[in-house]
């Protein structure tokens, strides 16, 4: 092996343009790959930054007759399975909300979470200073603590440890400081918390209809994921009959923590390295047959050392030793790629991707494994290329004696010709599997971009504000005159046309939901009863969105707490439950027929809007006034008459002439809440056309390759054949001819690899089916087009060899 490698060594030092060229093809394909990987790695494979995390699961509220409709659940239910189970060590509720910082330095909105007591025993981690919460202090009224991050404790109060034992304002309230969390602890759920209260149960907390927490939990020792989810099943259906108005056809389901939010990422990013894999096969068939084609102008060297003893194993031995040494080359050069695309994917990566639940925010990293993968990778691909030219080599016809003549020209044989246009046709299809997968979802982004969103984003700011409330998400807002200030304090700025507010600001991918009773329907029980989606909003909404008004009214100042209850609803939610009867002045209730909630009457109809995202469906929606209903986080929203950004400054100051303490955040155009809206369809359509356009470079050059290699080999047989009178227009196309034949092959196979592969992009494609017949046959001709072009090059320089040259040839 030491000898091969020293050969090897310097066979490819006196080869430099062989050598660069394998090498830069390699690196691309595995450089790509490891970066692909690295991603993967990061966000779904590894292991959760808490104690012991395979023991760490979610508890969810389940219906019985489909176990994967998952919901969150409400503090009676929770507090029900932490008595009554026997599977877990420790259990715990949580809530992500945004919580407004102030005294001292300027005000700011964090994000934090509510948290029961047993939150930081399940993840089992300890505080750097201090303590964590006791059992009394879930309860409200002592609830006024607070654990800080390590991030924030450093940033806000200068790393102070006097700051355990005092306090801060927390939304206008005093909290006391009991603990820090350590530098390497965090919690990220939509964004990486910065500090923790507890729950501290509200009035609407201890409704069972109230489903506002995750739950999370430990499993004892020897407890396996099965046993958990038998017993919190068999929980669950004693729950629902023991409380059939609110649990009914209810059961509770256990999922392990590290799966949460990987459900939709999962398929895309697997889809992407299956993508990268078949550069990865491209790269090695274009180095294979760079390596035949040095083979057989190595046929006399390769002679010699059959004439000297060398066996058939050993002259293979020593062509799979380069093959893995340019491999490993390669490999090297790859990584050295995947680093910089690594440190780059933060800036190019949507923040959903690097946002993963419970995983570090924005860590992409290459740790161990991702080294072991690309050794791995590198190791299996110098194989994969080596063994058609080693493969060769070993099945020689045991005639050495041609090779050494003096006068030989190298192996044109039929067998080694059709070898390496079998590779070309392989080359061509895993091309064409890329291109489809590239031209699926650049045309599955051109639907998405021609629906209408339902707002006119033009010229509209907004910015976020955390509006902290005494019984979280239910009435009467403790701001009273928070729509009014609005109106008198920023709709009288120069240049603004509208202003207003709303809790689930659309495009955005927030969204609530409630189920109620529609008056003069029968009751149908709580396992059928009607729902929607949920959101909270200001007078002047609707207006200031540009969403239609169809029929009625919008919400006014006097739509105030102590007035009727109204609501307005979307068309959706008008056809779904009212058909071709007018709704205004139709009335629902929350809850079931016999709740004590109060009606609310329709006063207006709405045109519809996409809320998660341009490719989503419309569900029915409703909207109640803030007056009445009140949210504890509310965006705002401004249409000005200018480019919104100018207006950022004078908006901040005038919320801070009504409010001094109420900081903004996430301040953006609703221009770019529209962008981002796309932004999980954009990123892998990028990539993967990133990807498809490397493929067709790497099958382009393959093909001229090998054909240039052919024409080579051909040389003498052109000569004679254009000595016989052949014209030139015949020599082109017998070269074009053949060597397109085997790119048709390929492109027929690609095609049938296509209406397989392509299903796994399903759930990624708006209004285009996974078969597609003009996305196929649009990149079947662009396959073909760059294929024929890259047979025509070298056939016409065939074309122009002159008779006397060719017999001369070797």
Same mark, same amino acid.
């Given at each position: 092996m030491a000898t091969d490698l020293r050969y090897t060594l310097r066979t490819l030092r006196n080869n430099p343009g062989f050598t660069a060229v394998c090498i830069a093809t390699l690196a691309l394909g595995i450089g790509a790959n490891t970066t692909v990987f690295s991603v993967l790695n990061s966000t779904l494979w590894k292991p959760l930054p808490f104690a012991d995390p395979g023991r760490l699961v979610l508890v969810w509220r389940a219906n019985i007759h489909d176990p994967s409709d998952r919901n969150i659940v409400d503090a009676p239910d929770f507090l029900d399975w932490q008595r009554q189970n026997h599977v877990f060590e420790s259990m715990a509720?949580?809530?992500?909300?945004?919580?407004?910082?102030?005294?001292?330095?300027?005000?700011? *909105?964090?994000?934090?979470?509510?948290?029961?007591?047993?939150?930081?025993?399940?993840?089992?981690?300890?505080?750097? *200073?201090?303590?964590?919460?006791?059992?009394?202090?879930?309860?409200?009224?002592?609830?006024? %603590?607070?654990?800080?991050?390590?991030?924030?404790?450093?940033?806000?109060?200068?790393?102070?440890?006097?700051?355990?034992?005092?306090?801060?304002?927390?939304?206008? %309230?005093?909290?006391?400081?009991?603990?820090?969390?350590?530098?390497?602890?965090?919690?990220?759920?939509?964004?990486?918390?910065?500090?923790?209260?507890?729950?501290?149960?509200?009035?609407?907390?201890?409704?069972?209809?109230?489903?506002? &927490?995750? /739950?999370?939990?430990?499993?004892?020792?020897?407890?396996?994921?099965?046993?958990?989810?038998?017993?919190?099943?068999?929980?669950?259906?004693?729950?629902?009959?023991?409380?059939?108005q609110d649990d009914a056809d209810e059961t509770a389901t256990v999922t392990p923590m590290e799966a949460f939010g990987v459900e939709n990422l999962k398929p895309m990013l697997l889809a992407l390295l299956a993508a990268v894999g078949f550069v990865l096969l491209i790269a090695c068939v274009n180095v294979a047959n760079l390596m035949m084609a040095r083979g057989a102008a190595r046929e006399k060297e390769l002679a010699i050392r059959r004439a000297l003893g060398a066996g058939r194993l050993r002259v293979a031995r020593q062509l799979l030793t380069e093959s893995v040494l340019l491999a490993v080359l390669g490999g090297g050069s790859g990584l050295l790629l995947a680093a910089w695309g690594t440190a780059l994917l933060p800036h190019v990566v949507p923040s959903y991707v690097l946002a993963m639940p419970f995983r570090r925010s924005g860590a992409i990293e290459m740790d161990g494994r991702v080294f072991a993968f690309t050794l791995l990778v590198a190791c299996l691909t110098g194989i994969l290329f080596g063994l058609a030219p080693a493969f060769s080599a070993a099945r020689g016809d045991g005639n050495i004696s041609e090779p050494l003549k003096e006068g030989s020209r190298g192996s044109s044989g039929?067998?080694?010709?059709?070898?390496?246009?079998?590779?070309?046709?392989?080359?061509?299809?895993?091309?064409?599997?890329?291109?489809?997968?590239?031209?699926?979802?650049?045309?599955?982004? /051109?639907?998405?971009?021609?629906?209408?969103?339902?707002?006119?984003?033009?010229?509209?700011?907004?910015?976020?504000?955390?509006?902290?409330?005494?019984?979280?998400?239910?009435?009467?807002?403790?701001?009273?005159?928070?729509?009014?200030?609005?109106?008198?304090?920023?709709?009288?700025?120069?240049?603004?046309?509208?202003?207003?507010?709303?809790?689930?600001?659309p495009l955005a991918g927030g969204d609530a939901s409630r189920g109620f009773f529609v008056e003069g329907k029968p009751d149908p029980g709580v396992a059928n009863q009607a729902g929607a989606s949920y959101s909270v909003a200001c007078p002047g909404y609707f207006? +200031?969105?540009?969403?239609?008004?169809? %029929?009625?009214?919008?919400?006014?100042?006097?739509?105030?707490?102590? /007035?009727?209850?109204?609501?307005?609803?979307?068309?959706?939610?008008?056809?779904?439950?009212?058909?071709?009867?007018?709704?205004?002045?139709?009335?629902?209730?929350?809850?079931?027929?016999?709740?004590?909630?109060?009606?609310?009457?329709?006063?207006?109809?709405?045109?519809?809007?996409?809320?998660?995202?341009?490719?989503?469906?419309?569900?029915?929606?409703?909207?109640?006034?803030?007056?009445?209903?009140?949210?504890? &986080?509310?965006?705002?929203?401004?249409? +000005?008459?200018?480019?919104?950004?100018? &207006?950022?400054?004078?908006?901040k100051k005038a919320i801070a002439g009504f409010d001094p303490d109420q900081p903004v955040s996430s301040v953006e155009t609703m221009e770019s809440v529209v962008r981002n809206s796309v932004g999980p369809r954009r990123f892998p359509m990028l990539l993967l056309s990133a990807f498809a356009v490397l493929a067709l470079v790497l099958a382009a050059v393959g093909i001229s390759g090998v054909v240039s290699y052919a024409v080579a080999q051909r040389t003498r047989e052109i000569g004679i054949r254009v000595a016989l009178g052949a014209s030139k227009v015949d020599v082109l196309r017998l070269?074009?001819?053949?060597?397109?034949?085997w790119a048709a092959a390929g492109t027929a196979l690609g095609i049938v690899g296509s209406l397989g592969l392509m299903r796994l992009l399903g759930g990624m494609l708006y209004g285009v089916r996974p078969s597609d017949p003009l996305v196929l046959a649009a990149v079947s001709a662009l396959l073909m087009g760059v294929a024929l072009l890259a047979c025509y090059i070298p056939a016409r320089r065939a074309a122009q060899v002159h008779p006397m040259t060719a017999l001369r040839y070797q």
């Amino acid at each position: 092996m030491a000898t091969d490698l020293r050969y090897t060594l310097r066979t490819l030092r006196n080869n430099p343009g062989f050598t660069a060229v394998c090498i830069a093809t390699l690196a691309l394909g595995i450089g790509a790959n490891t970066t692909v990987f690295s991603v993967l790695n990061s966000t779904l494979w590894k292991p959760l930054p808490f104690a012991d995390p395979g023991r760490l699961v979610l508890v969810w509220r389940a219906n019985i007759h489909d176990p994967s409709d998952r919901n969150i659940v409400d503090a009676p239910d929770f507090l029900d399975w932490q008595r009554q189970n026997h599977v877990f060590e420790s259990m715990a509720i949580f809530n992500p909300a945004s919580y407004n910082l102030s005294g001292g330095k300027q005000p700011e *909105l964090v994000p934090g979470v509510r948290v029961s007591a047993d939150f930081f025993r399940v993840l089992g981690i300890k505080p750097y *200073l201090g303590r964590t919460f006791a059992p009394e202090e879930e309860t409200q009224g002592k609830d006024r %603590e607070v654990v800080l991050s390590y991030g924030l404790w450093t940033r806000r109060y200068g790393a102070d440890p006097s700051w355990v034992g005092r306090t801060v304002r927390i939304g206008g %309230e005093r909290y006391l400081v009991v603990g820090v969390m350590p530098r390497d602890f965090e919690f990220q759920i939509g964004a990486p918390s910065q500090l923790w209260v507890p729950v501290g149960y509200t009035q609407g907390d201890r409704d069972r209809s109230s489903h506002s &927490f995750i /739950a999370c939990a430990r499993l004892k020792p020897g407890v396996t994921l099965a046993q958990a989810g038998a017993e919190m099943d068999t929980i669950g259906r004693a729950i629902a009959q023991q409380y059939p108005q609110d649990d009914a056809d209810e059961t509770a389901t256990v999922t392990p923590m590290e799966a949460f939010g990987v459900e939709n990422l999962k398929p895309m990013l697997l889809a992407l390295l299956a993508a990268v894999g078949f550069v990865l096969l491209i790269a090695c068939v274009n180095v294979a047959n760079l390596m035949m084609a040095r083979g057989a102008a190595r046929e006399k060297e390769l002679a010699i050392r059959r004439a000297l003893g060398a066996g058939r194993l050993r002259v293979a031995r020593q062509l799979l030793t380069e093959s893995v040494l340019l491999a490993v080359l390669g490999g090297g050069s790859g990584l050295l790629l995947a680093a910089w695309g690594t440190a780059l994917l933060p800036h190019v990566v949507p923040s959903y991707v690097l946002a993963m639940p419970f995983r570090r925010s924005g860590a992409i990293e290459m740790d161990g494994r991702v080294f072991a993968f690309t050794l791995l990778v590198a190791c299996l691909t110098g194989i994969l290329f080596g063994l058609a030219p080693a493969f060769s080599a070993a099945r020689g016809d045991g005639n050495i004696s041609e090779p050494l003549k003096e006068g030989s020209r190298g192996s044109s044989g039929g067998e080694g010709r059709r070898l390496r246009n079998i590779l070309v046709a392989s080359e061509v299809a895993l091309a064409l599997m890329v291109l489809c997968g590239a031209g699926l979802l650049i045309a599955s982004m /051109a639907r998405v971009l021609g629906v209408s969103s339902g707002v006119n984003a033009t010229n509209v700011l907004t910015m976020g504000m955390s509006l902290p409330q005494i019984n979280l998400y239910i009435g009467p807002p403790v701001h009273t005159r928070f729509c009014q200030d609005l109106d008198q304090h920023l709709g009288v700025l120069p240049g603004v046309l509208g202003v207003s507010s709303v809790a689930q600001l659309p495009l955005a991918g927030g969204d609530a939901s409630r189920g109620f009773f529609v008056e003069g329907k029968p009751d149908p029980g709580v396992a059928n009863q009607a729902g929607a989606s949920y959101s909270v909003a200001c007078p002047g909404y609707f207006r +200031t969105m540009g969403i239609p008004l169809l %029929e009625g009214r919008e919400f006014t100042h006097q739509d105030k707490d102590g /007035a009727p209850p109204v609501i307005v609803i979307n068309q959706t939610m008008a056809h779904k439950y009212w058909g071709k009867q007018d709704p205004v002045g139709r009335r629902i209730k929350l809850g079931l027929a016999n709740s004590d909630a109060p009606w609310m009457t329709v006063v207006g109809v709405t045109g519809d809007v996409r809320q998660w995202g341009l490719g989503d469906r419309i569900n029915p929606e409703f909207f109640r006034p803030y007056t009445q209903a009140a949210w504890p &986080f509310m965006t705002v929203v401004v249409r +000005t008459a200018s480019a919104p950004g100018a &207006f950022i400054d004078p908006v901040k100051k005038a919320i801070a002439g009504f409010d001094p303490d109420q900081p903004v955040s996430s301040v953006e155009t609703m221009e770019s809440v529209v962008r981002n809206s796309v932004g999980p369809r954009r990123f892998p359509m990028l990539l993967l056309s990133a990807f498809a356009v490397l493929a067709l470079v790497l099958a382009a050059v393959g093909i001229s390759g090998v054909v240039s290699y052919a024409v080579a080999q051909r040389t003498r047989e052109i000569g004679i054949r254009v000595a016989l009178g052949a014209s030139k227009v015949d020599v082109l196309r017998l070269v074009v001819t053949q060597s397109m034949l085997w790119a048709a092959a390929g492109t027929a196979l690609g095609i049938v690899g296509s209406l397989g592969l392509m299903r796994l992009l399903g759930g990624m494609l708006y209004g285009v089916r996974p078969s597609d017949p003009l996305v196929l046959a649009a990149v079947s001709a662009l396959l073909m087009g760059v294929a024929l072009l890259a047979c025509y090059i070298p056939a016409r320089r065939a074309a122009q060899v002159h008779p006397m040259t060719a017999l001369r040839y070797q």
